[in-house]
């Protein structure tokens, strides 16, 4: 076996290091190029909203219109193509690791519980299975005898006025005196929110909401009646956080509004945009509203918010949250969180030695919109405050 003497240098180490740093390089700058893209892809179409919204001459209009369009489906390509990589990427890494062994059945038999068995029909589960039919028979016919009571499918509507009922998940066929008509409804509806406005019980509205759109569902009901209910709804579970229950009515929305039935639409889009970018998925989202919609000041403004978020641009966040319409606001304080904390790190390291105006401070952190205390936001971070200068020590 040949010695290496102290100068010789090994060749093949590296350069396949070099290698390896070469090809490491050459993704990062795919990478910041393709982010560089996309962040000017998105300036490029923010100018053109802006031009659209200033210009007054209807052919200019179509024609920035038009051109939004093209960005618009160069963004939604873009997307696509890095979406289906992401997803071959995370495909493969999961085949690789989940790699299990064969199991051994060769000492396992035919019976009920073997891999690939079929349970034996034997006399006894003949019996139970006959005793399973007719259960469900007796479920689906109770009530069937009498016409009046029970619910006429696709065409038919309730005949009970209570404007208050319990929500009960439907175990058999709904009964014509338990389900209430579109014009009931819509008096439920007045007195669900006129109740909200005085006493805020979130657990009686909840309840109600959840009523009256089961009402409407059973009996096929899809018009403004329903679209007012599902934002309805929406919007008081926005305000008790209630995102389970947010996510279902915006799903729902999402689903009439393709349908044609007007309401809020541009709203509500809004609220996903923010909801998404809470997600980390805003910018994919944008890429499929229509271009109607991106001119509405309530998409501008989500859009925006969106943008400070990526870019870590809390002084814009700040004077855009507050500037947040209607339930903007409830959807922006999942964002805080992070977005504090980026304005606590720029502003200790911008001002490192010298202290910070508390006043400041409370400005760019939001805090007196959200009510938030400052001093119990500052000691989370870990940083100390001068009480009798009112600054925040930054050394």
Same mark, same amino acid.
Request: charged fraction near 25%; proline fraction near 4%.
């Given at each position: ?227 007012? $209910? ?45 909801? $998404? ?119």
């Amino acid at each position: 076996m040949l010695k290496r003497t102290v100068g010789e240098k090994d060749e093949k180490g590296p350069s396949e290091k070099k290698k390896k740093q070469q090809v490491i390089g050459e993704s990062c700058v795919k990478s910041s190029q393709g982010q560089d893209n996309e962040d000017a892809m998105e300036e490029l179409m923010l100018k053109i909203m802006a031009k659209i919204s200033k210009s007054k001459n209807p052919a200019k209009k179509a024609v920035l219109e038009a051109k939004l369009s093209k960005v618009l489906e160069a963004f939604r390509i873009q997307a696509v193509a890095k979406a289906t990589s992401t997803a071959n990427v995370k495909k493969a890494k999961a085949q690789q690791v989940l790699q299990f062994k064969p199991r051994n059945t060769s000492g396992l038999g035919a019976g009920p519980l073997s891999v690939g068995g079929v349970i034996p029909i034997t006399v006894q589960e003949k019996e139970r299975r006959q005793q399973r039919q007719l259960r469900f028979k007796s479920t689906t016919s109770e009530g069937g005898d009498n016409d009046e009571d029970e619910l006429v499918r696709n065409s038919g509507q309730g005949t009970c006025e209570a404007l208050e009922k319990e929500y009960l998940r439907l175990t058999s066929l709904p009964r014509a005196n338990t389900v209430r008509p579109p014009h009931i409804l819509r008096l439920a509806l007045s007195l669900v929110k006129a109740k909200w406005q005085q006493h805020s019980d979130y657990t009686y509205a909840c309840e109600q909401l959840k009523s009256i759109r089961q009402d409407l569902t059973v009996q096929h009901v899809r018009d403004p009646l329903t679209v007012d $209910a599902y934002e309805t709804h929406a919007r008081i579970a926005l305000e008790e956080s209630d995102v389970a229950e947010f996510r279902q009515c915006q799903g729902v929305l999402k689903q009439l509004y393709l349908e044609g039935i007007p309401g809020n639409q541009e709203e509500f889009e809004a609220y996903g945009l923010l909801f $998404a970018q809470s997600t980390g998925k805003g910018r994919i989202l944008a890429y499929e509203l229509p271009v109607e919609s991106l001119q509405h000041q309530f998409v501008a403004h989500a859009l925006s918010v969106c943008r400070a978020c990526r870019l870590g641009d809390f002084h814009s966040f700040a004077k855009l949250y507050q500037t947040a319409p209607r339930m903007s606001p409830y959807l922006m304080d999942r964002l805080l969180p992070r977005m504090r904390a980026w304005a606590l790190k720029a502003m200790v390291t911008a001002y490192r030695p010298t202290s910070v105006p508390l006043s400041h401070v409370s400005v760019e952190l939001c805090l007196e919109q959200d009510g938030a205390d400052l001093f119990s936001v500052l000691q989370n971070a870990g940083l100390s405050v001068d009480l009798k200068l009112g600054v925040l020590e930054t050394r």
